[in-house]
């Protein structure tokens, strides 16, 4: 059997729910030769996707094992302490992967540079393998500069990769000019087959935000503007589905704005599910302040939605403003309403912008097309010619 053929196992250290991480594991099904997926994340089990064979899920402790979320009086300690506690019980998974997984392990792929990556770093250390981290965007445009710490905790992250993956290609520049010279451009990709692109069910009165209800997402920015189009358009409706802290704000306006009976709030939900909320509306808008490449954003293309989103750095990179999509300043509450109450009444330039964005995805950002570059790296990262 040729190298490129043997059978060996991945390390996929993440802390994602089912839903996006689900969609992250369908990439492998169009890998030539499937790799054994081993995955280490936190929370409750999950169901493994049936479609991939052999996998296995090693769950850590539930609950929060590192907290890099502030800095107060004594965080050099508390971070330092949190950071033994963690790698200690990094340790133990090791222990646990080495009991359970008999194809030889090969690789380490950590997705979000902190504190995943650090884990990471251990883990590829431990088995002896190469390690490639994924940055997904917040944890470089954000958690990086939160302090000093960060900052030395996440370049030990990544000057110990083997390769970076930026979704981005602003992603890639930060990291190259933060003087990480590894990195590489591989967006997120999407099942298209998966979206169908008929309006027959959605309304063009509808508009649909998907996404963590926290403050880089601006769900409360959409939630003022969505008031302003309400006046305009009489029918219209929207549809915002995630978790965050932000969710309790959200309801709490929703309520005292009285548009109870125009904003639906949906929980995280299975991957099936919002793939069927987005057949619900025609208009989908994305207002965060910083991205890497939402998998949201790149859903929503595949389903043929109209996109409206911010002008961010990420969004400018494969959007174009009247062409693929409505772009608006970040944080203009008056131009996001605008471009909606625009889009919502232009059939025509609906179609348009929506026509081309699916292209545009399954062109760029299909999950066959991804899967392809990302095994060649992989078998880089093995030296497999």
Do not use: W
């Not at 969609?23 to 099904?29: A, E, Q």
């Amino acid at each position: 059997m040729s190298k490129t053929r043997e059978a060996y196992a991945v390390v996929l250290v993440c802390d994602f729910q089912y839903g996006l991480l689900s969609r992250i594991l369908d990439v492998y099904r169009f890998f030539e030769r499937t790799p054994r997926i081993v995955i280490v994340r936190r929370g409750r089990p999950i169901n493994l996707d049936p479609r991939l064979p052999s996998q296995l899920e090693v769950v850590p402790l539930p609950g929060p094992i590192l907290g890099f979320e502030s800095l107060g009086l004594l965080a050099l300690l508390s971070t330092m302490f949190s950071v033994i506690v963690y790698l200690a019980h990094g340790f133990a998974l090791y222990l646990k992967i080495r009991g359970h997984v008999v194809l030889p392990i090969r690789l380490v792929h950590a997705h979000v540079v902190l504190p995943q990556g650090l884990l990471g770093v251990l883990l590829a250390r431990l088995l002896k393998v190469p390690l490639l981290i994924t940055a997904a965007g917040t944890d470089v445009n954000v958690d990086m500069n939160r302090s000093i710490v960060h900052r030395a905790l996440s370049l030990f992250v990544l000057r110990n990769a083997f390769r970076t993956i930026a979704v981005s290609k602003p992603l890639q520049s930060i990291l190259n000019q933060t003087g990480i010279a590894n990195v590489i451009y591989l967006p997120n990709s999407v099942d298209t087959s998966s979206f169908s692109t008929t309006t027959k069910s959605a309304s063009g009165n509808s508009i649909l935000f998907v996404g963590s209800m926290v403050a880089a997402k601006r769900p409360l920015l959409l939630l003022r503007a969505f008031e302003r189009v309400a006046r305009e358009v009489p029918g219209a409706t929207l549809l915002m589905c995630g978790e965050g802290p932000l969710r309790r704000s959200l309801e709490e306006e929703i309520e005292s704005k009285g548009l109870r009976d125009r904003v639906s709030l949906f929980p995280n939900m299975s991957p099936q599910s919002v793939t069927a909320l987005y057949s619900q509306a025609n208009v989908f808008v994305l207002p965060s302040v910083s991205e890497g490449l939402s998998l949201a954003l790149l859903e929503a293309m595949a389903a043929g939605k109209a996109i409206v989103a911010s002008r961010n750095e990420s969004h400018q990179a494969i959007l174009k403003h009247g062409e693929n999509s409505l772009l608006f300043e970040v944080d203009n509450c008056e131009e996001l309403a605008l471009q909606v109450v625009r889009v919502i009444t232009d059939e025509k330039l609906r179609h348009r912008i929506s026509e081309s964005a699916r292209q545009l995805c399954e062109k760029q950002f299909s999950n066959e097309f991804v899967a392809k570059k990302l095994e060649n790296l992989y078998l880089t990262a093995l030296n497999v010619e």
